[in-house]
């Protein structure tokens, strides 16, 4: 149980264009989605957390307008990655939690390169 | 703020030894959870072992456990019998009240 699938897991794109991650928990309702970028041999960022229905809470510096993150079900949430640049490129992990459960689940994670 | 930090960047042992990884952490809650987790060359984060804060005794899951002094806010992870399938980037991490903080890390590479 307690599995979080992520799509695309590789994704090419150009520079300028926008690219949309989905995270899905596919057998549990996931009240509290979490974003995370990671750079090579660095460790996890939190990004942003988001709640169903709810507008998503971003970290500092994390430019809201650049990662557009919607959570529409309790089963989906997305990541859009805005006007890329190839400084975007990167690592994203999703993650999901349920309810008062302090674990978090996560994905398999997507790998951006932006040209 | 909560922070984590893992002192061993990088670490070796042979198949079938022991192998102990640091992590100190810094905060002012009472309740919280560490994690440890492993991320292998495919980067799927993989949950190794959790601990309760409030709970004394030290967690155990098969070859792993771990040492956690809640006074001196350490919390190590003891990897017993090593196999070749343990090499991968090791993260502590840190649960209070809100967000999941984790250490830089610890690169452990088991080997003949």
């Known amino acids: 149980g307690a599995v979080v699938s992520q799509h695309p897991s590789w994704v090419i794109c150009k520079s300028g264009t926008s690219v949309k991650i989905e995270c899905r928990s596919l057998d549990f309702q996931a009240t509290t989605m979490f974003w995370y970028r990671q750079f090579p041999k660095q460790s996890l960022m939190l990004m942003a957390t988001s709640n169903e229905g709810s507008k998503a809470t971003y970290e500092q510096g994390v430019e809201k307008d650049k990662f557009l993150i919607n959570h529409a079900s309790l089963t989906l949430s997305t990541l859009t990655v805005t006007s890329a640049h190839p400084e975007d490129s990167s690592f994203y992990i999703c993650?999901?939690?349920?309810?008062?459960?302090?674990?978090?689940?996560f994905g398999p994670g997507t790998r951006l390169t932006v040209t | 703020a909560q922070t984590v930090t893992q002192s061993q960047p990088e670490m070796s042992v042979q198949e079938a030894e022991t192998v102990t990884l640091s992590c100190t952490y810094d905060t002012s809650e009472s309740n919280y959870y560490l994690f440890w987790y492993k991320q292998p060359p495919s980067r799927q984060m993989i949950l190794v072992i959790r601990?309760?804060?409030?709970?004394?005794q030290n967690a155990t899951e098969n070859r792993f456990s771990v040492n956690f002094q809640k006074a001196a806010k350490s919390f190590s992870l003891k990897i017993s019998d090593s196999q070749l399938g343990d090499t991968a980037m090791y993260f502590c991490a840190f649960r209070g009240a809100s967000k999941l903080t984790f250490g830089t890390g610890t690169r452990l590479q088991v080997t003949l």
């Open positions: 601990q309760e804060a409030y709970k004394q």
């Open positions: 993650s999901a939690g349920s309810g008062g459960n302090y674990e978090q689940y």
